[in-house]
């Protein structure tokens, strides 16, 4: 009989010990092999929760399943494509990586100053000869002549003349003349002889991420293991560059609108390894799925998705505000685009679904076998269709509904391919968004919501442009020539320069002595007066560069001191009005670059690797994107001023 009583007594010993025990430790989280970062271009934070009820693919997925960080904004000015990318592949704001916008101002030696492209760079000094290394010596009448130039030696061999020539007196062999038909025939003689080779010029620009002032986490996760691969693609270039870093090891590659293709430039290596083996699937792709493939695949007509719910809650008919050159309403023609078919195909919502059939293909391919060899990589992903469409048609449009929607479904293919690859916690997916959309000031007003806002245009559309307008202004108060030409703008952002060169002087006026030396400065004194004054409506506040030690503290200030670098930012910096733009089309379209919510609240979600389903209101910025995937592989970001959010997984 006290056998059941034992064995009563033990299992009631075995329980109490169960409730005592200590919980068992946690389960360490799998090391990552693919850190996949995807950026959708022109998402804010209200605009995707707004969004919501129209998703149903990768979006909803990130949103369902990811670690969602409510409350995260970028803190600098200028919130565009080229600092919002590179934010997220640094961990830092421009006023490190030095990617200060889309375009910036070069201020040359002599005090003039232009506007560049963040993207372009100085390409590799060309092969000297035509066709390259052509060389060619023939002695005639005691002096010795060089080619450089087939076409130029079948010339003169017709005629005894040379269109361009260069002659080197006592130079040749016994003291000959030399006559060279250009550079490149000095360039091959010199190399040829053992003489001081001369410096070659730079060939064509090229598109590259040499502005970037501080190394990506992809470069730096290729230094620290050389044998990672980091593979970036996007419609845009300056996405795919600058989300990659500059190591010329990254694989890059960007839709051209010219061709349909997907390309990459001489700023990256395709003769290596990795470059090679994934130029082979490029140009495979390109052969089978691209170029002329394109209008057999898309047809001529940019149709609506099925299953549209209509249009978001504020959305209504833009009609009398806005003729695109698409067209208004769907069905787009695609066939009837200024620019051709394939830069149709780049305006309106499909040119995401040919990146992420490229994207899909590389994640499959066994010979490149991204994230599944002995080394991390990292795949970056940036889908554009949603801010090229919100630019022309703004967010309030069922343009901007359609591409959303298409970007959701894209997403959706990425994220199943990765599924197909990968076991839970091998990848890492991070997403966010470079910046927001301002909605449309005429539609405000059409709604009866706001009087405020208004249109900057920057762009010649018939019409004086902002800046010529406030160079008119300049010359009139400071007694300048009134055909110059004073104040340089960009397309999209709300940073002045003056023109230079300075000092400037005064013609006949009321400003006194003709000849009268008026400085940077004042220049720059009176435009804050006259823009005070005479853009009221659309400028609440300017920022002159050269007085930043005396700005007043504000949180505005603080992001004005973030995109600063001296030698890009230009002259003055405009704190906009709410709702206003600065934009190319007086009629039509939105844009981005404030300091307002709408443009620097956006996404920032991470899924995969341990990340707790869920949402955080924890404020967070999207410069810790990078940090957070760097801690996740054991890299560190020296440059960074985000932080890890690893604290946030189970």
């Not at 502005?211 to 986490?217: E, F, H, K, N, Q």
Request: net charge neutral.
């Amino acid at each position: 009989m006290r056998q059941p009583a034992l064995l009563l007594a033990a299992l009631a010993f075995g329980a109490a010990a169960r409730v005592n025990a200590a919980p068992p430790p946690p389960q360490p989280t799998p090391p990552v092999k693919l850190l996949v970062t995807v950026v959708i271009d022109g998402v804010s934070w209200p605009r995707l929760e707004q969004a919501r009820p129209l998703l149903a693919g990768g979006l909803k997925r990130m949103l369902d399943e990811g670690h969602v960080f409510t409350r995260s904004r970028y803190q600098h000015l200028n919130t565009e494509t080229s600092p919002g990318h590179t934010a997220l592949s640094t961990g830092a704001p421009p006023r490190v990586t030095g990617v200060v916008g889309n375009r910036w101002f070069v201020r040359a030696p002599d005090g003039t100053t232009k506007v560049v492209s963040s993207i372009e760079q100085p390409g590799p000094p060309a092969v000297p000869g035509q066709p390259p290394l052509f060389y060619h010596e023939v002695e005639k009448d005691g002096r010795l002549h060089v080619f450089a130039n087939a076409g130029e030696l079948e010339r003169w061999r017709r005629s005894g003349e040379l269109g361009r020539s260069k002659i080197l007196i006592g130079g040749g062999p016994g003291g000959a003349t030399v006559v060279f038909d250009g550079d490149d025939a000095e360039w091959q003689f010199a190399f040829r002889n053992g003489r001081a080779v001369p410096a070659l010029p730079p060939g064509p620009t090229i598109q590259g991420p040499a502005a970037l002032r501080v190394p990506t986490l992809g470069d730096l996760l290729a230094q620290a293991r050389p044998e990672s691969r980091v593979v970036s693609l996007s419609p845009k270039d300056r996405s795919a560059a600058f989300m990659a870093g500059r190591d010329p090891r990254h694989v890059v590659y960007w839709y051209d609108k010219t061709s349909g293709r997907l390309v990459t430039s001489a700023a990256y290596d395709t003769v290596g390894v990795t470059g090679s083996m994934s130029k082979a699937i490029v140009d495979r792709f390109n052969r089978e799925r691209g170029g002329t493939h394109l209008p057999g695949r898309f047809g001529l007509l940019w149709k609506q998705l099925e299953g549209a719910r209509g249009r978001l809650p504020s959305a209504f008919d833009l009609s009398p505000y806005q003729i695109p050159s698409l067209g208004l309403g769907f069905d787009h023609r695609l066939d009837q685009f200024p620019g051709g078919y394939f830069e149709a195909l780049y305006e309106s919502g499909l040119v995401d679904e040919i990146v992420t059939d490229l994207v899909v293909t590389i994640i499959a391919d066994e010979g490149l076998s991204l994230g599944r060899r002995l080394q991390v990589d990292a795949l970056n992903v940036s889908l554009s269709a949603h801010d090229i469409v919100a630019h022309s048609y703004g967010t309030e449009s069922v343009e901007a509904d359609d591409a959303l929607r298409r970007v959701d479904r894209q997403l959706g293919r990425i994220l199943a391919a990765l599924d197909e690859k990968f076991v839970p916690g091998d990848v890492l997916v991070a997403l966010s968004a470079d910046h927001g959309f301002s909605p449309i000031p005429e539609a405000l007003r059409r709604a009866g919501e706001t009087r405020t806002g208004g249109r900057l245009v920057t762009s010649d559309r018939g019409l004086p442009t902002f800046q010529e307008r406030v160079s008119r202004m300049l010359a009139s108060t400071l007694c300048l020539d009134p055909s110059g030409s004073y104040v340089l703008a960009t397309d999209t952002s709300w940073n002045l320069a003056w023109a230079g060169p300075f000092p400037q002087r005064t013609v006949e006026g009321s400003c006194g002595p003709t000849g009268r030396e008026v400085s940077r400065a004042e220049m720059g004194r009176a435009a804050k007066r006259l823009l005070s004054i005479h853009f009221a409506e659309e400028v609440e506040e300017v920022l002159l560069v050269d007085e930043q030690a005396s700005w007043l503290a504000s949180k505005v200030a603080d992001m004005a001191r973030n995109v600063l670098d001296p030698e890009r930012i230009g002259d003055a910096l405009l704190i906009p009005r709410p709702h206003a733009l600065v934009h190319w089309d007086p009629a039509r379209g939105s844009g981005h670059g404030t300091h307002h919510d709408y443009d620097t609240h956006v996404p920032l979600i991470f899924l995969g690797a341990g990340f707790a389903r869920g949402t955080s209101s924890d404020p967070v910025t999207p410069y810790d994107l990078a940090p957070t995937l760097a801690a996740a592989v054991g890299i560190e970001l020296p440059q960074a001023t985000g932080r890890s959010l690893l604290s946030f997984r189970r």
